[in-house]
């Protein structure tokens, strides 16, 4: 018998936050969410934690972390890269919350003390972290240092996918789930659970005919991404492709793409990574984002939904050029603006809504398992039971649904609330 309450990411995306209790009492992730109207936090752990675990950088598992440690004494388990990049992250929170004058939470002492509680370890090697308890990660294949955790406790053995793809990408190898030997209780990430991507290979070649394309007319390719995992992947595609055009690289995705060259055991293939990002123009201050304008470029930026970041630098250039073209490669979170700019063609820009004439165009390089992945994630895994996290309410409900067809336990948990399996 496991207790596991949950403390986020129940029919939601974000903030993911749980508590698996057996004795032993072990956190898995400690998030935040990020909204249009600021920060969702989880709920509060109150209880003394034995341990706690984090499955990858992502600010929606990491992000409320050094808060924890406020109060928590407990050791924390993350991958180097994860720790390396997680860093980067919270400090960025702290500037970010300093110049718009908001509480971020916690501070620089708190990060201090996260890292010194932070014990990394790597794919595949066991650890015991109470007496009853152990976990080895295995890669997930989502971003740099991404792991599922297989949590052994002293009845149960639980897994934890944390975010994972079950298929090849450019930077990652498949989620290693055929290295597991047992499960009990799978927690898995839902975000996708009601439908499968469309084929990688086609995506990539749409988006880099799209890209040369536009570059062949003259415009200018705006690539608002994803600092962690989105932007040095895209950097990769348009090296493999061959496309002829300057590539610009500006803002936060630099000091991750660092880490992903610091780090080339956790990717499939670093030579090309590190081949393509040579190749890249590191843009360092405002004369290379005017020179970057001066020829038809591709401009790979912050934020991937426009939420702030390094393509406000650019756009006042470019929304008015129907030469030009702003590409969308990852989930846009209901009303922030890469969604609005998808649904309505129109943009703020310092303080005035614009209707963009650029080209605005989405494709689908998600970094999470389509719903045929994480069914044969399961069906390798062959759990007792499915706790179905990190998806919306909606999608939660219908993947559940297909799992509870295919004869296995589903739960949908809701927020705050205990379950014993
Ligand atoms: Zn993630
Ligand atoms: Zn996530």
């Known amino acids: 018998m496991v207790k596991i309450t949950f403390k986020g990411a129940s029919q939601e995306v974000g903030r ?12 898995l992730d400690y998030g935040v969410k990020l909204t249009p109207h600021g920060l969702e936090y989880p709920l509060p752990v109150k209880t003394n934690l034995d341990a706690s675990v984090v499955s990858h950088a992502h600010l929606d598992h990491t992000g409320n972390l050094p808060h924890l440690f406020q109060e928590t004494n407990c050791l924390t388990y993350m991958t180097p890269p994860t720790l390396d990049i997680a860093k980067i992250l919270w400090f960025d929170t702290l500037k970010i919350a300093g110049l718009e004058g908001m509480d971020a939470n916690f501070s620089k002492d708190e990060i201090a003390k996260t890292e010194k509680f932070t014990f990394p370890i790597g794919y595949r090697k066991h650890m015991d972290i109470t ?58 990430e839902s975000t996708y659970g009601d439908r499968d991507h469309p084929d990688r290979k086609h995506t990539e070649k749409a988006f880099v005919e799209s890209v040369q394309g536009t570059i062949d007319r003259g415009g200018h390719v705006l690539l608002p991404s994803f600092a962690v995992g989105r932007s040095q992947e895209l950097i990769d595609v348009l090296h493999e492709y ?13 000091s991750v793409a660092r880490i992903y ?16 990002l040579d190749k890249v123009n590191w843009v360092k201050n405002v004369k290379m984002r005017k020179q970057a304008l001066k020829q038809p470029s591709v401009i790979v930026c912050t934020s991937g939904m426009m939420q702030g970041g390094s393509v406000y630098a650019y756009l006042p250039e470019v929304y008015n050029d129907k030469n030009s073209k702003i590409m969308l490669t990852g989930y846009q979170v209901a009303e922030t603006p890469g969604k609005v700019l998808l649904e309505t063609g129109r943009i703020n820009l310092d303080g005035l809504n614009v209707a963009v004439k650029a080209g605005v165009e989405r494709y689908d390089f998600s970094a999470h398992a389509g719903r045929e992945e994480l069914f044969r994630a399961m069906n390798v895994l ?4 499915v706790v179905c996290v990190h998806g919306d309410a909606e999608v939660t409900r219908k993947f559940a649904e297909g799992i509870r067809a295919e004869g296995f336990d589903a739960v949908v948990p809701e927020l705050g609330r205990t379950v014993e399996l």
């Open 131 to 188: 007496d009853h308890s152990s976990i080895v990660f295995h890669d997930a294949g989502h971003i740099v240092g991404s792991a599922i955790t297989e949590l052994r406790m002293r009845n149960s053995a639980v897994v934890y996918t944390g975010d994972f793809r079950y298929l090849e990408t450019r930077l990652h190898a498949p989620a290693q789930f055929e290295r597991i030997k047992e499960c009990d209780v799978m927690i898995t």
């Open 382 to 385: 062959n759990p007792q039971h």
């Open 242 to 254: 061959k496309v002829q055009a300057p590539v610009y690289f500006d803002g936060m995705g630099q």
């Open 16 to 27: 993911s936050a749980f508590l698996v209790d057996d004795g032993d009492k072990i956190l």
């Open 261 to 276: 060259l610091a780090n080339p055991s956790y990717l499939k293939d670093h030579k090309a990574l590190r081949s393509a």
